[in-house]
């Protein structure tokens, strides 16, 4: 209803104009009652059909904006890892993305995107009333004055589009300069770089900060040139806005003058005139109104835009080379895991030439407790990553229980296996629950506690006031880092594994802590699951069934402690600079 309201105001305003033209009387004031009743219906079909379609697209606009935010983040969260090492989805790009881009959308989805629609709506049908009545001084007008407009605001349109990208990078530079240093807000404050840090948050560029480029002051890109740059732009897009405000006059100079010619000529009735004339008046308005909502489109260009290329990034779906469940019963059945891992080779996409896996071939049976040893860089946390299917293999593959672990679901797949990594982290909100993350079932207050005690974190949960119920803070922060790690292998034990992936897993325990751990670990493991552990602490891996040494990405040598030692090389080595013998 609303669309057509320009037509109808310039049909009503032309006749009211031509009642005033027939002089005092009584049909004039019968025209001005009637026409003004009009007018006045006009305004309350306006005022009824504005606000009810301002109620349905709000309403739309937050369902659908809720639906998107919760869509970027769970796509973001089921991204795959190697995602997460690509230097624009650092954690505070990804965080001020998914806060900004649902609101850029929101204003495309709401009110602005049903005025733009009612505008264009009333500037097509003015066009064709205009056109219907007089084509003339309707094509003049249409090219020589409304085009001009609409050209305006689409080079503003475009102007925007690439400021907003522009700017948008450098609001997720920042963005990730601030989450950066708060996480590492101990690291900051230690090496005094607060000032330097707020410095180059104000003068973000497009590419990774680095606390090197903070401390040495390698800028790209200073804030001056930023704003050189947006001022340039700003100039631009003014012009352009300028120039639509002054054509709709400059279109009214025109339908003046050549509307004068035509009625002089008497081509045209003064009525005709007067329609042509308003409908003109009203759709250069209506131009100006569509072009000012530019900002908005180009803003919800961008958001959108976002949305799509995570859409992209997601995981290619898995090939399933057999139904799920089947895999998950049989390897339910199956107890301790076996795992082969066949010719396996990996590169980190970031730095394609170096193989940080080279060509390792290592099988290992049910219930085996196994540890990888070898100087620190030289690719033990990537096996890890690998065997947790984090990354896909260069070339080569790893084998669960006979299955290729790339055919298998991952969630399935990582249901079957535990980690504790190198630096665990917790998640907000109590020890109990931090332990049974990820649990199907809720565990028994008697296997938490269990599980407990066999990472010897029991003494301390019960020296808490609150016990189990105790919060550990954001990440963890709350506890300390040995403490942590216990909780980790506490959360591991609970899920009881078919294969346990220790990962440097005991490093903050004292000696006495780390041997009844380790104890409690050996006597779980050969008897329900498979265990891989990683450590540089010898001490730690001595008593397992076989050791690999790794150098390079390559298993350099393998056999049991003794074995290792009887050897002489690199085992022997390491073991005579920690002086184990
Ligand atoms: N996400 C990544 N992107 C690019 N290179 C990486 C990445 N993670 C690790 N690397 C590189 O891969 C190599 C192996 O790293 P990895 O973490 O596997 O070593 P590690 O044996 O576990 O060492 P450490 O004993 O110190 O924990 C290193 O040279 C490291 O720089
Ligand atoms: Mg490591």
């Known amino acids: 209803m609303s669309s057509l309201t320009y037509p109808a105001m310039a049909i009503l305003i032309s006749r009211l104009i031509n009642s005033f033209n027939k002089g005092p009387g009584p049909q004039l004031t019968h025209d001005g009652n009637f026409y003004s009743l009009m007018l006045f219906i006009t305004a309350l079909i306006n005022l009824i059909a504005y606000f009810s379609m301002g109620y349905v697209t709000n309403i739309i606009s937050q369902r659908l904006t809720r639906r998107y935010r919760s869509e970027i983040f769970a796509s973001v969260l089921n991204q795959d890892i190697s995602f997460f090492d690509e230097q624009q989805n650092t954690t505070g790009a990804i965080v001020s993305r998914l806060s900004t881009a649902p609101t850029q959308l929101q204003e495309l989805l709401g009110f602005n995107v049903a005025i733009i629609f009612i505008t264009l709506v009333n500037l097509v049908s003015t066009c064709i009333l ?243 040893v070898g100087a620190s860089g030289c690719g033990k946390s990537t096996m890890v990553s690998l065997l947790e299917r984090f990354y896909q293999a260069t070339s080569g593959h790893i084998e669960y229980n006979s299955i290729n672990i790339d055919n298998l679901c991952p969630k399935n797949y990582r249901q079957n296996i535990a980690l504790v990594q190198q630096e665990p982290t917790l998640l907000s909100g109590t020890l109990r629950e931090n332990i049974a993350f990820g649990l199907e079932r809720e565990p028994t207050d008697g296997e938490v506690e269990d599980a407990c005690k066999q990472a010897n974190i029991w003494d301390f949960v019960t020296s808490l006031p609150n016990g189990l119920a105790t919060d550990c803070g954001s990440s963890g922060t709350k506890l300390s880092d040995g403490q942590r790690q216990r909780i980790a292998i506490a959360r591991a034990l609970t899920r009881s594994p078919k294969l346990l992936l220790l990962d440097e897993a005991t490093s903050a325990l004292d000696t006495e802590s780390e041997r009844i751990v380790q104890a409690a670990i050996e006597k779980a493991s050969r008897r329900d699951m498979t265990t891989i552990a990683i450590a540089h602490r010898l001490s730690t891996t001595k008593r397992a069934d076989r050791i690999f040494v790794f150098s390079n990405g390559r298993i350099i040598e393998s056999g049991d402690h003794r074995t290792l030692t009887q050897l002489g090389g690199m085992y022997y080595n390491m073991c005579l600079s920690q002086s184990l013998g």
């Open 130 to 372: 205009a056109l219907i009545l007089g084509w003339k001084l309707a094509l003049v007008v249409l090219f020589g004055a409304l085009l001009p407009i609409i050209i305006s605001a689409w080079l503003r349109f475009a102007m925007e589009t690439r400021l907003e990208s522009s700017i948008e990078k450098r609001f997720a530079a920042s963005a990730a300069i601030a989450a950066e240093s708060v996480a590492a807000i101990r690291t900051v404050a230690s090496l005094t770089l607060e000032d330097k840090i707020v410095e180059r948050y104000n003068r973000p560029d497009s590419t990774r900060v680095t606390f090197t480029d903070v401390v040495r002051c390698r800028y790209s890109n200073c804030l001056t040139d930023i704003v050189e740059k947006s001022g340039q732009s700003f100039l631009w897009i003014n012009l352009f806005f300028s120039t639509a405000q002054a054509t709709v006059f400059a279109a009214m100079a025109l339908t003046f003058w050549y509307g004068a010619q035509l009625v002089l000529r008497n081509e045209y009735t003064q009525n005709q005139f007067f329609i042509i004339f308003i409908a003109v008046l009203f759709s250069g308005e209506a131009c100006v109104q569509v072009s000012t909502f530019t900002t908005s489109l180009s803003n919800a260009r961008s958001g959108a835009n976002y949305i799509l290329w995570l859409r992209q990034q997601r995981a290619k779906p898995v090939p399933l080379l057999r139904d799920d469940r089947e895999v998950s019963d049989d390897e339910k059945s199956s107890g301790p895991a076996a795992v082969d891992v066949i010719n396996l080779e990996f590169a980190y996409r970031q730095r394609p030439g170096v193989k940080v896996i080279n060509g390792v071939q290592i099988q290992i049976d049910k219930g085996e407790f196994v540890a990888c």
